[in-house]
């Protein structure tokens, strides 16, 4: 494994694939009476949020406490960064305190990169969201998740290859969408981003996937469909005429998901705006893997943080005890 997690793109096939299976392994953990592992006792990891985010965060604390690691969380508002303290010196405050990782949110697409290259601190980095970026540990758990749906739990050494999957939306503002192509195509599925025109990136038509702007004419085909929220906090000028007229065109309800394949999926990194992007119809629907996704998340960054700070031992031992051992 590399030494910091910054960007899907960054990963090989065999590091995602490692990642994945090493998920299967922190999945099967949770399901036990008692939840944690002590590959991390010992270990401080600083959960440094520049940015407003109440799943991604909780999801890594709970992550770090299942591995046993000691966790320090540090939010911008009402800190010293509020009082105008740059990057440099909170690193070198963290460095000075001996944390042994870092997991940063910043609004300002760069920031983990930036960190995790500058020298101000020895420690892992890993990118828990910037700007709109990469959101690496997102696309993992969406990896993770697809697998265990369309290839099934025992498909440790798999990837996705010849899974068709789409994404719906607002990819103009999503580092979700980033990912997620970067990833996916790492793992040989194909992708294919719906979306109006306003809410493409420019050079978009150099992404490792296929572009659309007909919804109806991709779903039959789709494996997977990951809906994306409209990221209004993020736009400062009008994308759509109204919220009517973007649901009628790229809204997925209860009509639309009937398309799909049987075995066909619905994703949404959350938080979901019902009546929008998505119905509460498909969204409390057998096939919404909404809630799977957060669960999922747990185990996945489980994994990144095992793999970054701690072993190359497999995570989980299935060996039975000797009655040395247990005296």
């Not at 991390?40 to 709970?62: H, K, M, V, Y």
């Not at 299942?66 to 690193?91: C, H, M, P, Q, Y």
């Not at 799977?292 to 299935?318: F, I, K």
Request: hydrophobic share 40%; charged share 25%.
């Amino acid at each position: 494994m590399m030494r910091h997690l910054i960007s899907a793109a960054d990963l090989t096939r065999d590091d995602a694939v490692l990642i994945l299976d090493t998920t299967e392994e922190m999945a099967r953990v949770s399901d036990r009476p008692i939840k944690k592992l002590p590959a991390l006792r010992g270990r401080t990891i600083c959960n440094l949020f520049f940015e407003d985010s109440t799943r991604t965060r909780i999801s890594f604390e709970a992550a770090e406490k299942r591995l046993s690691a000691d966790v320090i969380n540090f939010a911008a508002k009402g800190s010293s960064v509020s009082k105008g303290e740059s990057l440099k010196d909170t690193a070198q405050t963290l460095e000075a305190m001996g944390v042994d990782a870092v997991v940063i949110r910043h609004s300002a697409s760069g920031a983990p990169f930036r960190l995790a290259t500058s020298g101000w601190i020895d420690a892992p980095v890993i990118n828990a969201g910037d700007g709109t970026h990469q959101h690496p540990t997102q696309a993992l758990l969406d990896a993770f998740t697809m697998r265990r749906r369309l290839v099934g739990k025992d498909a440790l050494g798999q990837d996705l290859a010849g899974k068709r999957i789409t994404l719906v939306g607002d990819v103009l503002h999503s580092r979700v969408a980033r990912s997620n192509v970067d990833l996916l195509h790492t793992l040989g599925a194909e992708v294919t981003l719906v979306a109006p025109p306003t809410l493409l990136p420019v050079g978009v038509e150099h992404w490792t996937c296929d572009v659309s702007y007909d919804l109806d004419a991709v779903l039959p085909k789709s494996d997977a469909v990951m809906m994306l929220r409209v990221q209004r906090e993020r736009m400062n000028a009008a994308f759509f005429p109204t919220e009517r007229e973007y649901s009628r065109r790229y809204g997925l309800d209860g009509e639309r998901m009937a398309k799909m394949p049987e075995h066909g999926i619905v994703m949404h990194p959350g938080p979901m705006v019902r009546g929008m992007e998505i119905t509460a119809e498909v969204a409390d629907s057998d096939r919404c893997t909404v809630v799977e996704q957060v669960a999922n998340g747990v185990h996945t960054r489980m994994a990144v943080l095992y793999l970054l700070l701690g072993g190359n031992e497999p995570a989980v031992s299935h060996a039975r005890p000797t009655d040395s051992e247990n005296k």
